[in-house]
DNA sequence: AATATTTAGTTGCGACTGCAACCAAGTCAA
DNA sequence: TTGACTTGGTTGCAGTCGCAACTAAATATT
């Protein structure tokens, strides 16, 4: 027969370890944006989108990110505030804006970039080489298939 | 010479993809115990701990779980609140109250621990049988070494 | 053309969070 | 003992979140 009482594992509950290692690795960068430009962490990454992707607008940011709308909204008027991005209306969709990063908001993003991608070099550090790129792997299946 | 302009990439971002996996996977079970009970993340959380590890104080539950003392003091207040669980004062310790589930308590965690560990099997199902053992323990020393 | 339905984006509100300040009990050191 | 320091736990407050309701523009229907 099989091993006796098989009861529920917190700790080896999937999404109870990624929160962990999510909110582990999330933390220590969440200081950078937040101390230099008192950034909260879905402006960090709405600023992200527009710095890699260049300008679009905020639906494409949700649709790209699954970030609910009214996040991405408040983190455009916040970012918008803070003179890092600007505005303009869309020519074919009257209700649409363009968003676009201004001169600050890709300097911001230039230099958080670095340092993320410094932070992102000391984690696959620990995880190592070919474990990273598997990990990878399956996360986007996780995330694809929910 | 090396590969040019590698800039940023917020989608192979490590706390990014973590993020959005443990978002992705928490959401589905989320909608279970928020309908079931109306309980929130944290006070599952908490009695989950209760659940798997029997009696034990807040201060406990904080140094195990790594959630903050005050959301953990909430959630216990709450769950007290629903009459999941019960405080008893420690006799060694005049400050610390122990902690333990009700009948009801005990009743919701079986409940729910049945329900999750299908949770789990069906994700782990999307990962596959041995990057499953794999990512468990890539995802432990993240969390451990942070 | 006039009405109904969808879609882009914002806002109000109640709930949750984080941080710092706090209270009370325990510990340590003279 | 007395007074400084630590520790278990709670609370106030300001900020963030999620959801539902809303406005306005676009599209579809008749």
Redesign the pocket.
Known sequence: MTKGADHFDLEGFLPYLLNQAAEATSRAFQAVYRDRYGM???QWRVLAHLGQFGAM???DI?ARSHI??????????ALEGDGMLGRTP?PE?????ILSLTEKGRAAYADLGELAKAHDRALRGVVGQEASAKLDEVLQRLIDTT
Chains 1, 2 share one sequence.
């Open positions: 909260t962490r879905t607008t905020a639906r949700c609910e709308k009214t996040k991405v909204s408040r983190a455009v008027a869309s969709d009257g209700r649409a804006e």
